[in-house]
Structures are given as structure tokens and as C-alpha cells.
């Protein structure tokens, strides 16, 4: 869909509260119902449903009536909220030419107040060209559910991140000035990319340069992943600049070792092929090739010292967050383990609750028994059966209290709800009183 920055001039403040309705339906809706963005927006007199259509009118919402009466927004809505934001925080005042297409973004020219020219990308996750989003990157992570507007959202924190902790420890990388939802702003690089250069004057310099920083790359725990002659800007001086950051992962991911051989390989073949550079003697024999090619000087993942810095845990790249993840799971098994120790260890402590009360039981049984032997001693045996029936008697009183002790201490206090009371009195002097009540009442 083509940035038509004509249309901002046109929308007014309720244009954009209704857009925003949208945006915030859109969290938990794929289509907004009309009545929660009437809500959301709150319109008066019913002004939500004539800027609806307004917008419907430019393209900056689509509607859908397959289920219920319904919006959502498009890519086109979806820019205007970005461009108005950073308008109005003043990063820039006008949008001008189209500089680049990819299959995932594009990217605009901007200018500021001062005449300053600054580069815009808007991402753009879903075309056609570029549906396997959820295979190939790991936006969603551990969600299921997503659309693409998130998606690119996501797309654009990323690599604003990433292109932010480059500069700070730098590495040739733009500028990154802002970011807001899925647009990235940031200096433009005066420069091509390497694809459109047919001739170098210094092949082996710029070559160097291009492999020293894939090496320092994964030296500070991160590999591009996408490093070729099309995400290498090279200026008039020959100076190269990386660009294309989202797809990055870290030197902790399972298959980090295939994407840094397929970034050098990239490299490799290019320089071969465009500037004539020889990097191997024979190249026929694969077998040979491969041990040639080692001993001339290719990087090998394996070799590379990984602790100049800790970048991937920093930002949280791909593949070190599910080792993070995988430690956050065993710290909490080992927490339940002790959380189900703790629970074993009040069972043992009721158990021997009851066991106690078991024992001073028996043990007053006891001594009632010798107290009634006594007895039975000095008394005569006429007395004897009163005696055992009255001591029987208040031994299991005294028993049944402290069995009712024992449990309630073993169930912690929990209290039986059921009571005698929900016994109804059927046929009885109860149910004849109310029924002449209600023959009363009726009357």
C-alpha cells in the first residue's frame, strides 16, 4: 500500500482518537465490534461512526461484516499513528521520498527543522513475499495467537535495540535516533549497498573489514544472520556500514554455528565473484576446497574467543533466552520440591500431633486403670461394678474430647459446615405452620 502523507493534512484530532479506538480494540479483538470503539473513543452524538466512515474513505481502516459489523486498522492507519507520534514529539516535520523496498519494510526519507535528513523504516511483516514469519524469525516466542501489525512492532523494538548497544560499543552501524510501534528511525547513510558497486579500489581492504566485523560480531555474543552484499551500505571513501538488524541471534543458539558459516559464506562467494578475488587454488575438488580454504584464513566459528562481551543476554537475542528459560524452570522445580517438603513436614507435624494426643490418652487410660485397681483393693467387691461403670464413663468423655482436638488439629482448624439444622421437618408442626401462613397470606 502506497504512504500517502497528503491524507494527514486533511485528519483532524477525532480522526486519530478514533483511530487509536481501533488500536487498543485490536489487543484483544482481530475485528473491532462498532460499538467498543463508540465506547473507547467517546465521540458525542454518535460521531464515532461518521469518522469510521471517513476513514474508511482513505484506506486507514478495513471493514468486515462476516461476523459482526466490525473494523480493523490497516498498514496505511497504522503509519499516520507513528508519523503523528513522532510529529509531535518533533524528531522530524516532513516525509519525503521512497529510498528503499524490502520484504520486510520501507524505508522513506524525513527531514527535520534544521534541513537535517534522517532515514524512516517502516516495517511491514505479511506481504506476500514474506509470510513465514513464524518459522523463520522468533517474534511470537511462546505466543500462538498474533496479527501482523504486533509483529512488526516487535520487528522494530528489536532492532531498534540492537542497533542502539552497537553503536554504544562501536561497531559501523546508522544511528539510531526513535522508535514508535513499527517505525525505526534513523541517520541516513551517506553510501550504496555493496550489490550496487561493480568496482573497488581497495577489494582486500573493504573485505577485511566486512569479515573483522562479522569476527567481532560474535566476539560480543551476536551473529547478523542476513550478512550480505545487500545489508552492507559502502560510502565514496569505502567506508562500510551494516544495516538489517531484527533477525539477529545469539552465539548460544542452536543452530549459531550454520548461521555464522552462511554469513562468511556470503561474503566469501561475493568478493569471488563480482571483484575476482581468489581465496582458494583448486576449486573443483569440494574436499580439497574445504582444507584450503581453512589454512588461507576463513573464520571458524569454533576458534573465536566469545567473552569480549555478553551482548545477547543484554538484549535478549534468540537462543539465549530459552537457556535462560530452561534455568528459570529448574529454579522453580527446585522451589515446588521444597514448597512440597515444607507441606510433607506439617503432615508429619499433625501425624505427630495425633500421635501425642494418642499416647497421653492411653496413658491416662492407665492410670485411671491403676487408680480403679486401687480402688477395687480397699473397697469391697459389692462396689466394684458402680466404680467401673462411672470411671468408663468419664474415660470416654475424655476420650472423644480429645479425639475431636486430634482432628481438628489435623485438618488445621477446618470446620465441618454441615449441621443438623438442614434436616427439613417433613409432616411435622413446622411445615403445618407454614402452610396456614401462607393460606393467610393468600388470603
Request: charged fraction near 30%; glycine fraction near 6%; proline fraction near 2%.
Amino acid at each position: 500500500m502506497k504512504l500517502d502523507v497528503n491524507v494527514l493534512r486533511y485528519l483532524s484530532k477525532d480522526d486519530f482518537r478514533v483511530l487509536t479506538a481501533v488500536e487498543m480494540g485490536m489487543r484483544n479483538h482481530e475485528i473491532v465490534p462498532c460499538e467498543l470503539i463508540d465506547r473507547i473513543a467517546r465521540l458525542k452524538h454518535g460521531g464515532t461512526y461518521k469518522v469510521l466512515k471517513n476513514l474508511l474513505k482513505h484506506k486507514l481502516v478495513h471493514h468486515d461484516s462476516s461476523k459482526y459489523d466490525g473494523f480493523r486498522l490497516t498498514y496505511l492507519g497504522y503509519d499516520f499513528l507513528a508519523i503523528k507520534t513522532l510529529v509531535n514529539r518533533g524528531i522530524f516535520n516532513g516525509v519525503g521520498r521512497q529510498i528503499g523496498v524490502g520484504k520486510e519494510s520501507d524505508i522513506f526519507e524525513v527531514v527535520k527543522e534544521d534541513g537535517t535528513v534522517l532515514a524512516m523504516k517502516l516495517h511491514r511483516l505479511g506481504r506476500v513475499s514474506f509470510r513465514a514469519v513464524k518459522s523463520k524469525r522468533d517474534y511470537l516466542r511462546h505466543r500462538s495467537s498474533y496479527n501482523w501489525l504486533y509483529l512488526s512492532r516487535l520487528a522494530a523494538l528489536k532492532e531498534f535495540a540492537f542497533m542502539k548497544a552497537l553503536e554504544e560499543h562501536g561497531f559501523p552501524v546508522p544511528q539510531a535516533v526513535d522508535c514508535n510501534r513499527h517505525c525505526v528511525i534513523m541517520s541516513l547513510v551517506p553510501g550504496y549497498p555493496l550489490v550496487q558497486v561493480k568496482e573497488l579500489q581497495n577489494p582486500d581492504v573493504v573485505f577485511e573489514t566486512i569479515i573483522g566485523a562479522v569476527i567481532r560480531l560474535a566476539e560480543y555474543g551476536l551473529i547478523h544472520c542476513d550478512f550480505n552484499e545487500f545489508n552492507i551500505m559502502i560510502d565514496d571513501d569505502e567506508k562500510v556500514t551494516m544495516i538489517d538488524f531484527p533477525q539477529m541471534v545469539s552465539v548460544s543458539h542452536p543452530n549459531a554455528q550454520m548461521y555464522f558459516d552462511r554469513d562468511v559464506e556470503c561474503i566469501y562467494k561475493f568478493f569471488a565473484k563480482r571483484y575476482n578475488m581468489s581465496f582458494e587454488e583448486n576449486e573443483n575438488d569440494s574436499n580439497g576446497l574445504e582444507v584450503e580454504i581453512d589454512e588461507v584464513g576463513r573464520p571458524q566459528f569454533s576458534e573465536i574467543n566469545k567473552n569480549s562481551g555478553f551482548l545477547d543476554k543484554e538484549l535478549a537475542a534468540s537462543g539465549f533466552t530459552r537457556k535462560d528459560q530452561d534455568e528459570l524452570e529448574k529454579l522453580t522445580e527446585v522451589e515446588l520440591e521444597k514448597c512440597s517438603d515444607l507441606e510433607d513436614e506439617g503432615t508429619v507435624d499433625e501425624e505427630d500431633i495425633n500421635n501425642t494426643n494418642v499416647k497421653q490418652l492411653e496413658s491416662l487410660h492407665l492410670a485411671k486403670e491403676d487408680d480403679n485397681r486401687q480402688v477395687v483393693d480397699e473397697h469391697d467387691p459389692e462396689d466394684e461394678g458402680e466404680a467401673e461403670s462411672e470411671d468408663d464413663a468419664e474415660l470416654e468423655k475424655s476420650l472423644s474430647k480429645q479425639r475431636r482436638k486430634a482432628i481438628q488439629a489435623a485438618h488445621r482448624g477446618k470446620r465441618n459446615f454441615a449441621s443438623r439444622n438442614t434436616y427439613k421437618d417433613k409432616g411435622g408442626k413446622s411445615s403445618q405452620n407454614s402452610k396456614v401462613h401462607k393460606q393467610l397470606s393468600g388470603w
